[in-house]
């Protein structure tokens, strides 16, 4: 395990404020928060991970990070590496040495490492397996033999593969339909059966259609949101996959940070091996996405109000609508989402401008 720690005050950590400017719009974050606790987050350089380490951070927390900056990226994290209650410890969650390195005295675990995207599994599905289902069995071992109870992992809405039932329930699944999905099931099922038999506490979260600052823009396998964002930035026409109106159920980060929170600090008996939908419970099509992120950023250049999107053929493996059901959530969690998709796009955009426009 690699340290790097320092002594600058937690009050330098925030790249950007949106809890602080959302206090100051009148909106509520009060919600139970883990806070004191030693704990891991996998995948901590990535997008969510290192949006977590932050909020972590901020609640006075000691975290260490397990990355092998494969996805994830050391300007994420740059801001902690100099907070004494920061370890880095780099490493490979497909290598059983390096996760029970990670989970060595942690109380709770938080398993966000993953190589994500549908068609980088169709591209590679050998190395997607191997990272997705093989790294998230040695973290279950590394977990159960550390005596860490508590688990909670990143699970995704594909798995609800084929089904088109409009709202997505966690009890009622379908074929996955690309081998990411696969994988992500996958977990599901091993993580039911190390809760069955080894006492552990785990809560899988399936995300929707995360978004928010520090998502990478660039590649081919770059999120839809700041994807486009960049590209109307550049005065460049997004491309659609279709005729834009299947349909998303886009997650402000923060709400994903809430679930988080909630999943670690929860006392309810019937939360444990369950999957939870980590979504804000409302769906947007891709064409009402451009048009509000036209809108929104015309804001700083006017010039983006003309830039039009093109369309091109669906892309293999793509469901055509995702729209969660969060009342598992609010039931058994206490789940009330925080942010709204317009609310949570408005807060990335200013992100995006602020952090790619020079």
Known sequence: MHDYKGTYGLDKIAAYST??????????????????????????????????CEDFLKNDNE??????????????????????????????IRNIQDC?????????????????SVPRSLQDPITSNEVNVSGFLNMLVAAKDANVRRFIYAASSSAYGDSQALPKVESSIGKPVSPYAVTKYA????????????????????????????????????AVIPKFTALLMSHKAPMVN????????????ENVIQMNHLAAVCKNEDAFGEVFNTAAGERNSLNSLIKY???????????????????GPMRSGDIQHSFASIEKAEKILGYK??????????????????????
């Open 63 to 92: 975290v260490v990070c397990l990355d092998n900056f494969s996805t994830g990226k050391v300007e994420n994290i740059k801001e902690f590496l100099s907070c004494p209650k920061f370890h880095l410890a780099i490493g490979d």
């Open 337 to 358: 989402p925080q942010f709204n998709f317009e609310q949570g796009l408005k807060l990335s955009i200013e992100w995006y401008w602020k952090n790619l426009s020079h």
């Open 293 to 311: 992120l036209r809108e929104y950023l015309s804001r700083y250049d006017p010039e983006v109000a003309g830039v039009d999107a093109c369309y």
């Open 100 to 116: 029970r390195k990670a989970v060595d005295g942690v109380d709770v675990i938080f398993h966000e490492a993953a190589l994500g």
């Open 242 to 253: 279709g005729d834009g109106n299947i349909s998303r159920d886009f997650t402000y980060v």
């Open 187 to 222: 977990n599901e099922l091993y993580a039911h059966v190390f809760g069955l038999h080894y006492g552990m506490e785990i809560i899988g979260l399936r995300y929707f259609n995360v978004f928010g600052p520090k998502q990478n823009p660039e590649g081919a396998y770059a």
């Open 19 to 52: 809890i602080e400017d959302l206090k100051r719009s009148g909106g509520s974050v009060s919600y139970p928060k883990i806070s004191g606790r030693r704990i891991l987050v996998t995948g901590g350089a990535g997008f969510i991970g290192s949006n977590m």
